[in-house]
């Protein structure tokens, strides 16, 4: 918990913000962020998509170290942090440290029954691109059901209501690329 509170707080110095100021851009209260960066509670994954977006950053940020004068990053997905959803399962961010974009990339993980409610985590972008990398899930999207497998992919307009559930017995992961 100190580790991202500290980071938290770097990134914050960095820009010059108070807390107060980051509390206001992140929609947050500033006791709360005081209470993170103390390391005295532990963020949700909501809460750091919020910081993300005060600061003007990938959640990923809040976890890797970006190496100096580098024009190129190469990962194993085995070495990127996963966060755990409250609803079963986990992301992964993919985002490259060095390369501010107008895009954010992250694996999605949802165990059997898992859901991935993107307005529970403060997610607000304007359009997501998903391949299903394996698995199948069902995409609830304003008012209608998409039944997506292994290999199949869409573009949405992300500002409308929906929610992604696997509603088969194995896992299934998701590329999931949205705007930022």
Not at 46 to 66: C, R, V
């Amino acid at each position: 918990m100190l580790t991202i509170g500290a980071t938290i707080k770097t990134f914050r110095e960095q820009q010059e913000l108070s807390q107060r100021g980051l509390a206001e851009q992140a929609g947050i209260s500033a006791a709360a962020l005081s209470q993170l960066e103390a390391g005295r509670v532990s963020p949700s994954v909501a809460t750091l998509e919020k910081l993300a977006d005060g600061l003007g950053i990938s959640i990923a940020s809040f976890f890797l170290q970006a190496e100096k004068d580098k024009d190129i990053e190469i990962f194993h997905l085995h070495d990127r942090p996963s966060v755990s959803l409250d609803q079963g399962g986990h992301f992964v961010p993919l985002t490259a440290l060095n390369r501010p974009t107008g895009f954010e990339p992250m694996l999605v993980q949802l165990d059997a029954g898992g859901r991935f409610e993107e307005s529970q985590y403060g997610i607000n972008s304007a359009h997501a691109f998903v391949w299903v990398r394996s698995g199948s899930a069902l995409l609830e999207y304003d008012g209608r059901e998409y039944h997506l497998s292994e290999m199949q992919s869409l573009y949405y307009d992300a500002r409308k209501q929906h929610n992604w559930r696997n509603i088969s017995d194995t896992r299934c992961e998701l590329l999931m690329v949205r705007s930022r």
